[in-house]
Every structure is written in C-alpha cells, then in structure tokens.
C-alpha cells in the first residue's frame, strides 16, 4: 500500500537551513577541503550541537580542521562588515514569515536579549555594553528582536545588533522600520522596561504607534511610585522627565496583582503593583495588564534560542552576534517545519501535536545529518605501543 504521508528526513532538515541560509549569507572559500557549503554546515553543527568549531571539527571525519575553518570565518566576520551582517540575518529571518501574516494588523512585542562576555577587550574594539551584574559579570552582548505574537507563528521578525552607542530610540526605530519594510501592519507594539524613556515615548508619539511599555517602579515615595495607591487598579496621566529629552506627558496604567504564593504555596500571599504606560491606545487597567501577558512569549524565544546557540571564546564582535542570529534562524525554521509536519487534520481548526516534532529533535537532525555526510569518528589510534585492550 503506497504511503501518501510525506517524511522530513534528517537530510531534509539540514538542506532546509542550508539553502535559506547560503542564500542570505555570501561566504567565500575555495580551498581544497574547505568550501562555502562546508562553512555553513559547519555553523549549523556548532548551533546544533551547542559546541565550539574545534569540537564539531574534531567529531568530523572529513571535514576541514577548525584552525582552516576558523581562519576564513574571521577574515569575513570583521566589525566593518557587521552591518551587512545584520541585513543578512534579518533577511533570512524574513523567509520563515508566512503571506498569512501580512494580510492584517499583527501585535508585536519588542525586547532587549543578553549573552554574558567574560573577555577583557577594550569596549571600542569589543562592542560589549555594560548591564546589570548577572552570571558573574556586567559585560554582555546585546541584541534586540521583534517578536510575533500569534497563534500558530511565533516568530522573531527582526534583529538588531545593540552597540555601545546605540541608545533605545534608535534600536526601536531601526526594528520598526524593519517590520515596515516587511509590510507587517503593528496593532499593538509591546516594549519592556528598557524601553521606558522620554525619547522613546516621544519617537512613538509622533509616529502613532499604538504601544504599551512597562514602567519600572523606582524611589521609595515619589515619581511613580507615589501612583501605586488604593486597592484596585486605575488610569492616570503621568508626567515623566529627562535632562537630555525634555518632558512627556502620557497616560499610565496603574495595576494591582498579587505573587504567585496562593499557586505555588511557597510564601504569603502579597500585592504588588504594577505599571504600564499607554501610547496613542485606550483600554481599561485590567485590560492592559492581560494583553501584555500575551508579550512573555517573547521570553520563551529566548529560552529556545539557547538550545540552537554554539559556544566561542573568540573576541570577534561580528562572529558573537551571528551565532545568536543564527539561533533565533534555527528557531523559525523549526517553527515553519512544525506547523507543516506537527499538525493533525480535524474538523475545524487543525491540531498541532507539538511534541511530535520538539526542538531537541529537530537539532538532534541537523547533526545527525551532518554525521552522516562528512562521517563520524568512532576510534582512535594509540600515539604509542601498548598491550591489546581486553
């Protein structure tokens, strides 16, 4: 009996990120064992397996050593060369979007992703940018992403490499413009607290996008804090100020939640506010504060994204910020591959069975798929002589 199931094979998985990929990024080797299509392989291996170069070379049989690969990622992955970069991760991102996407407005959360840096380069030449100690240190890599919110797609949209120079309203307006570009119509844009500015307010003001922005709760008794009052939640304009920016006026959302203590039972139940400032939207305090839930997927992004990320120790800016890219790829193409194969015909609405194609599967494809086309060490040769090993 003829099977009419289509199969995603290993194989099928790993030409699938290939050709998306080589077609976005213009790399160039021409050596005897080392090819273009060898260096993208070779950084689908480190994504998937989440090793450096040096241990996805040595697992190969016959591919090219990490000293060769190494040499021509560098002599392309340069500082100068890091815009280009970044247009070409957006544009590969970009493949995954469905045309259903496109057809109407679409709600977006924006949000701030670091990876910890451990080096001791100088900032200038580094790119590195100060945050808030975590992991042991207060250097990271920054990048941001825009983020679909939907049933079905949960896609990252757009990248954005965050320098040492770059402050939120250029970051914000370079994602936007992105989206723009991809002819993604915004319903709602939801930022989180880094974004919580007079400049950004003032950005989006002017360009009328609809966004809710959390605002973080300093000081003891003034500023916002002094609105956290009462015991339901409540509307409010707000004055915010800032000596580089100037003064903005806006609408707040002050809300009243309690922890998590009555579902978890670890501690006293406790109340706790929160803050949300309104642009060019109006709903009520409750409301606000269960649409912005829908935005933590984007936190869920982030989470998968370190399971498709390789590892280096290498100062090179350029080559940092392409292995988190190409994990945010890896992720949307794994997302496109499931809603195909992982969706069970019912009636009505279609049935994704999620754990039929998981992540840890898919990655586990790509270097089995990689096993197999350049072979797999499986023994050693003794470097002396010694007695047969019983």
């Given at each position: 009996?003829?099977?009419?199931?289509?199969?995603?094979?290993?194989?099928?998985?790993?030409?699938?990120?290939?050709?998306?990929?080589?077609?976005?990024?213009?790399?160039?080797?021409?050596?005897?064992?080392?090819?273009?299509?060898?260096?993208?392989?070779?950084?689908?291996?480190?994504?998937?397996?989440?090793?450096?170069?040096?241990?996805?070379?040595?697992?190969?049989?016959?591919?090219?050593?990490?000293a060769t690969v190494r040499s021509y990622l560098h002599e392309q992955l340069t500082v100068a060369e890091l815009p280009q970069l970044e247009r070409a991760m957006n544009d590969a991102l970009a493949q995954e979007v469905p045309p259903s996407v496109l057809v109407a407005e679409r709600e977006i959360a924006i949000d701030y992703h670091d990876q910890a840096y451990y080096g001791k380069t100088e900032q200038k030449e580094g790119l590195w940018v100060r945050a808030e100690a975590k992991n042991g240190t207060t250097r990271v890599y920054r990048v941001a992403t825009a983020y679909l919110i939907l049933n079905g797609w949960r896609l990252t949209l757009a990248i954005k490499f965050v320098g040492p120079e770059d402050d939120h309203q250029k970051v914000l307006k370079f994602l936007l413009k992105r989206l723009k570009r991809l002819h993604i119509k915004v319903r709602t844009c939801y930022l989180d607290r880094g974004f919580a500015g007079v400049g950004v307010i003032k950005y989006l003001q002017r360009t009328g996008t609809k966004s809710i922005i959390a605002c973080p709760i300093r000081g003891k008794t003034g500023g916002v804090r002094a609105l956290c009052v009462g015991r339901q939640g409540y509307l409010t304009t707000h004055t915010f100020c800032s000596p580089q920016h100037g003064q903005a006026q806006v609408q707040v959302a002050?809300?009243?939640?309690?922890?998590?203590?009555?579902?978890?039972?670890?501690?006293?139940?406790?109340?706790?506010?929160?803050?949300?400032?309104?642009?060019?939207?109006?709903?009520?305090?409750?409301?606000?504060?269960?649409?912005?839930?829908?935005?933590?997927?984007?936190e869920t992004s982030y989470r998968c994204s370190r399971q498709l990320r390789g590892w280096t120790t290498a100062n090179n800016a350029a080559y940092r910020f392409l292995l988190i890219a190409l994990s945010f790829f890896l992720l949307n193409v794994w997302i496109a591959l499931r809603w195909l194969f992982a969706r069970k015909p019912r009636r009505g609405r279609r049935l994704l069975l999620e754990a039929h194609f998981r992540l840890r599967r898919f990655a586990k494809f790509i270097a089995h798929a990689l096993e197999t086309l350049y072979g797999k060490v499986c023994h050693i040769e003794s470097l002396s002589k010694v007695k047969a090993y019983a």
């Open positions: 009996m003829k099977d009419n199931n289509p199969k995603l094979t290993e194989r099928d998985v790993l030409e699938q990120a290939q050709r998306r990929l080589q077609q976005n990024l213009n790399f160039k080797a021409a050596g005897y064992v080392c090819n273009a299509e060898q260096l993208i392989h070779l950084l689908l291996g480190i994504a998937a397996t989440r090793h450096t170069l040096e241990a996805v070379c040595a697992e190969l049989e016959t591919s090219a050593c990490a002050i809300c009243r939640g309690f922890t998590t203590a009555k579902r978890t039972g670890r501690k006293q139940k406790q109340a706790q506010w929160l803050v949300f400032i309104l642009i060019n939207c109006q709903m009520a305090a409750k409301e606000v504060r269960k649409k912005y839930r829908r935005r933590f997927g984007i």
